[in-house]
């Protein structure tokens, strides 16, 4: 009884307070036949025990030098992040429902909220939702409910966008009567081409996804295609990286009136890695959209006292009220999450994100260089990128992928099951935490493979 | 003070500036940023004070008494959060779990086996993010699974009135038309109301067991076959599975799908409302439309199924694997039950529901269900004091809070007026329990005596009551700077 | 004990309805619907130009705990909305009579027989 505090004692007065001669007396309505008997499970370990297990499987897994991106990125988190996060009064609370004895958890959603918005120059965030593929899925069922004018339930989705959202998309929205169309990108810029916009500008369609950065890492021309949205009565979806953000113009400044509804992945926002999560989603919109958007809400009010203070807000929009009508069936998010993000969005100021935002792609700018240089590698598209990139390699990438492994080094992400057309493609990224002579050393080993 | 207040122009944690780099070489100037984002501009001691500052501000199971129902607060074990945080485990990149992560998927592969014994089922995919999107995935299987028998006829879904409202929410974001079936007064399902709502047109009913009522519906088996003859399915919402783990499965009770939630039986944090994580599990007639990835075990190595081989996978909910750093948290925890301390969870977590029970019914309190056993939680009404006095089941949860308990869930289900479901678990001692019969007595007596100490209550707190239809009249949602 | 006007008719889901001029019909929620909900907070009204049918839910009122759905009394054409709402939702709370939600342009007033008069609506909404 790892974590139970009863004495005998303790029983033994409480089974006489409830007149029950045992504990099994107390399970009287639930029929006999169902009981399971013994399970198989493996037998209690001791924590010092379950600790050597977990140790000697943490010694399985072989950390490689990290050159991938595709939606999960290495970024350095301070110290205090984490230090502060994993306190037990944040760790361990639920979700704010007594908001008096939660404003610790209130008001840090609070500030996440602000900033989210100011990073994405939107008007409002939500509290968060579960990753950046959910995050794009709940963006595309809140833009059919808000676009009024559109009947069509007709989403144009650039294939441009990460296709693990794609899947993801589709699945969530499958049996919602929705229709993705799949928008083609220029196979020598790598990016949605706005003039081949055109042949959907006469038909209802309810909403334009628009990818920046994209998948490839490339920057797509987000005012033509925010306008373009616009002028077609469209909802302009921006799926964002909210590191990029710091250097690159904010989906609230997109085209003459900016997008409409701002979502992604916040993993980049001191967050670890960690196998793929847990992460967090979020989304920001316009004022005018607010009543649609999914997720808790927390909002600024006063006390009895006109003192200031925080409470999740706007709840009628929710599933505990609204239930088979609500905005989304969310419940749980992922609040530990946004609590690190806040912390490491206070730490690093504008400035310090502006910086490793910048690092990022200048690493990333110096991979692309010296890999250039090699025999046998070519960059597949020539326009500007962030901090990932697409080159392809005379040999089969998945040579590139297993040789590199070997060398203790995880070479990026194999394009050819998704997109085949590029050939033995890799997407590859090199954050801030690469170093010059690790950015050498990737080099000279994609050298060395191509030359055996 | 918000951190905004806090910010001064040209104050920073420089520690976590990186050299400057200038300006990009390459982007071209119209899709750069010129509007420096809103973020503030702080010292690291401001930030760490400010948010442990804010950390205390909070009620947490590490501070307090934490009876919150339906929603099972129980110790959230610190070696677990150790143990899933090993730098090997947090630095492993999600599309490097193959080849670079075998020790975690070892870790998920026997996590899926063991919750796949625990519940009695065939299969179990571990990639929901949390119960809703368990629930979500389960409805979806339940239409795939029609769907593929060229079943189109079956467009609605039963969900009892007691039901949480992610049930009716999933059901709907699933496809389905939600029909609601009544509760009687011993708090089961209303079985001649059941017959009554079946029919061809049935896609399946989702019910939780003990249902949010807090009792265990007798009449599970009935149910189940009730349902299986008009050719539906059964969904477990595995919120309540606390009452019953280690002692009574879900597949043996009749269900073809369910979800758990590891933030409530598994111990893993709730973080301040998440992450959680919702895995989901199936009998074998719904195996091939599990969610992917799943882990699978091929000789020594562990690796993710996909579409190749499970083609009618319902597919992919979250981007990656989910939320494995609480899967990891779940895994150490069951590990450390094993199979006796898992029974024992049930049992405990009974008892002190039982015993707390009949000690506010002492105390003069109305149970819903008097005639009735609890399970791992109960409800107690506040009507007659709400007609009396004028002091509702929200006065007397914030009064609560000043004697420094969390309020139970209040007014949750909506069936019963002014209520309480409490939900004491079995991490809780006697000496707690006793004391917060204690201090629930103080306050019912309070209200015959003073009820507007409650009614402005909470007097002790950081804050007072705070005006919520403020908030949702007049929406501030982010700070804006003067 | 909540105001029942005898000039108006009713819905057995708590709308108030007032026939008007050219087949116009003017659609409100009764004093006992704004008590059962409390502080109202928000108010989402239909598109004008809709098409609705009698029964079918076209806006909602939302207090801090619960939202209502509000059910066109008559099939026709949405005309008018009380815009002034969205910035003042209090107004329902207020007097629930005059802070009306919609105008409906009825394609057959003959639907409006099955509503209830005050006095039917007075024992349906307060049994006691």
Redesign the interface.
């Known amino acids: 009884m790892p974590f139970i505090p009863h004495t005998e004692d303790d029983v033994r007065e409480m089974l006489a307070t409830l007149g029950v001669p045992s504990i099994e007396a107390l399970f009287g309505e639930i029929p006999a036949e169902l009981y399971c008997g013994e399970l198989e499970l493996p037998p209690a370990l001791k924590e010092m025990e379950i600790a050597r297990l977990m140790r000697a499987r943490a010694q399985q897994n072989r950390p490689l030098l990290c050159f991938a991106g595709a939606g999960a990125y290495e970024h350095y988190i301070p110290a205090a992040v984490w230090a502060v996060t994993g306190r037990g009064e944040f760790y361990s609370a639920y979700t704010p429902y007594q908001a008096e004895a939660s404003q610790g958890t209130l008001q840090v959603l609070y500030e996440y909220q602000s900033m989210m918005a100011g990073l994405t120059a939107m008007d409002v965030s939500n509290a968060s939702l579960y990753d950046g593929a959910t995050s794009l899925a709940e963006a595309v069922l809140m833009a059919v409910r808000t676009n009024?004018k559109s009947h069509s339930r007709r989403i144009l989705m650039p294939k441009t966008v990460h296709p693990f959202y794609r899947r993801v998309v589709e699945t969530i929205v499958s049996s919602q009567a929705l229709e993705l169309i799949e928008l083609p990108y220029d196979i020598e810029t790598g990016c949605i081409d706005p003039a081949s916009l055109e042949t959907h500008s006469d038909t209802d369609v309810a909403a334009l996804v628009i990818p920046q950065i994209n998948f490839f890492g490339l920057l797509e021309a987000v005012d033509e295609l925010t306008e373009w949205a616009a002028a077609n009565g469209a909802i302009a979806i921006a799926l964002v990286n909210p590191m990029a953000l710091a250097l690159l113009k904010p989906p609230g400044e997109w085209g003459k009136t900016g997008a409409n509804i701002a979502c992604g992945e916040g993993q980049p926002l001191g967050i670890p890695l960690s196998g793929g999560g847990p992460y967090f989603g979020f989304m920001c919109c316009r004022k005018a959209h607010l009543?649609q958007l999914p997720g808790r809400l927390v909002g600024r009010t006063v006390d009895a006292e006109g003192k200031r203070g925080f409470t999740l807000t706007?709840?009628?929009?929710e599933q505990h009220?609204?239930r088979g009508?609500a905005t989304s069936n969310i419940c749980t998010n992922q609040g530990l999450m946004v609590t690190a993000a806040t912390i490491y969005m206070a730490l690093l100021g504008p400035e310090g994100l502006r910086r490793v935002a910048l690092q990022c792609h200048r690493n990333t700018l110096s991979l692309m260089n010296g890999l250039a240089a090699v025999d046998g590698v070519e960059r597949v598209f020539s326009g500007p990128f962030f901090h990932e990139a697409v080159y392809r390699t005379r040999k089969p990438a998945r040579e590139i992928m297993d040789g590199l492994a070997e060398q203790g080094i995880l070479a990026g992400y194999e394009l050819a099951r998704d997109y085949p057309e590029l050939g033995e493609a890799i997407l590859v990224c090199a954050t801030e935490t690469r170093t010059e002579e690790e950015i050498e050393l990737y080099v000279r080993r994609v050298a060395s493979l191509l030359e055996l | 003070m918000l951190i905004f207040d806090r910010s001064r122009r040209g104050r920073a944690a420089r520690a976590q500036w990186l050299p400057e780099a200038g300006e990009s070489p390459v982007i071209p100037d119209h899709l750069l940023r010129k509007s420096r984002p809103s973020l503030p501009e702080v010292s690291e001691l401001d930030v760490v004070r400010h948010y442990t500052r804010l950390s205390q501000q909070n009620y947490s199971i590490d501070t307090q008494f934490y009876p919150l129902g339906s929603c099972t607060m129980k110790y959230n074990p610190k070696v677990c959060h150790d143990l899933a945080n090993l730098p090997e485990f947090l630095n492993t990149h999600p599309l490097a779990l193959e080849r670079a992560g075998q020790g975690t998927l070892a870790c998920l592969y026997e996590l899926q086996e063991m919750l796949r014994e625990i519940t009695g089922m065939a299969g179990v995919s571990l990639a929901c993010a949390a119960g809703a999107q368990g629930e979500f995935a389960g409805v979806l299987m339940i239409r795939a699974y029609h769907g593929l028998r060229g079943d189109s006829a079956r467009t609605e879904m039963l969900v009892p009135d007691a039901a949480h409202g992610t049930n009716p929410a999933s059901a709907s974001m699933g496809g389905f038309q939600v029909r609601e079936v009544a509760t009687g007064p011993d708090g089961n399902v209303d079985l001649a109301a059941l017959a009554q709502a079946v029919g061809p047109q049935t896609a399946g009913i989702m019910l939780t067991n003990p249902s949010t009522l807090g009792v265990f519906d007798q009449h599970v088996q009935a149910i189940a076959d009730v349902v299986h003859k008009a050719g539906g399915l059964l969904y477990y919402d595995g919120a309540n599975l606390n009452a019953i783990a280690g002692k009574v499965r879900p597949g043996d009770m009749g269900f073809d799908v369910i979800h758990l939630n590891l933030h409530k039986t598994f111990s893993t944090p709730h973080g301040g409302g998440g992450p959680g994580a919702g895995p989901v599990g199936v009998n074998d007639k719904l195996l091939p439309y599990l969610p992917l990835p799943v882990v699978a075990k091929d000789g020594p190595r562990y690796r993710m199924l996909t579409e190749a081989d499970r083609p009618h996978s319902i597919g992919h909910l979250v981007t990656f694997a989910g939320n494995v750093g609480v899967l990891l948290r779940a895994y150490v925890y069951i590990r450390m039950l094993g199979r006796e301390g898992l029974r024992r969870v049930a049992e405990f977590s009974t008892l002190n529901a039982n015993y707390l029970l009949k000690k506010l019914v002492e105390a003069g309190f109305e149970p819903a269900f008097p005639q009735r056993l609890a399970a791992h939680e109960f409800i107690i009404t506040l009507k007659r004091l709400a007609k009396e006095r004028h002091v509702t089941a929200l006065d007397f949860a914030k009064r609560l809070l000043d004697y420094g308990v969390h309020a139970p869930t209040v007014?949750f289900p909506l069936l019963i007026p002014e209520c309480f479901l409490i939900e004491p678990t079995e991490t809780e001692s006697k000496d707690t329990l006793d004391r917060f019969a204690e201090v629930m007595a103080a306050i019912l007596k309070e209200a015959e005596t003073d009820p507007d100490r409650l009614k402005s209550a909470p007097h002790s707190l950081s804050v007072r009551r705070l005006d919520?239809?403020r908030a949702?009249?007049h929406p501030d949602l982010a700070y804006k700077a003067e | 004990m909540s105001r029942v006007p005898d000039d108006l008719k009713y819905a057995k889901t708590h709308e108030w309805v007032k026939p008007e001029e050219n087949g116009h019909v003017r659609v409100g929620i009764s004093d006992y619907a704004q008590e059962q909900l409390g502080?109202v907070?928000?108010v989402?009204l239909p598109?004008i130009g809709r098409r609705v049918k009698a029964g079918e839910a076209c806006a909602v009122v939302?207090?801090?705990?619960?939202?209502s759905?509000i059910y066109s009394p008559v099939s026709g054409e949405i005309v008018e909305v009380n815009e002034s709402l969205s910035d003042a939702?209090?107004a329902i709370n207020q007097d629930s009579y005059a802070a009306w939600l919609f105008r409906v342009k009825a394609d057959d007033l003959s639907e409006l027989d099955s509503l209830l008069d005050a006095s039917a609506y007075r024992a349906e909404a307060e049994p006691d």
Do not use: C, F, G, N
Not at chain 1, 314 to 317: D, K
Not at chain 3, 62 to 67: D, I, L, N, R, T
């Open positions: 009024r009543h706007l709840q009628a929009r009220i609204r009508r | 007014y919520e239809v949702a009249r | 502080d907070v928000y989402e598109d939302e207090s801090v705990k619960a939202a759905d939702p209090e």
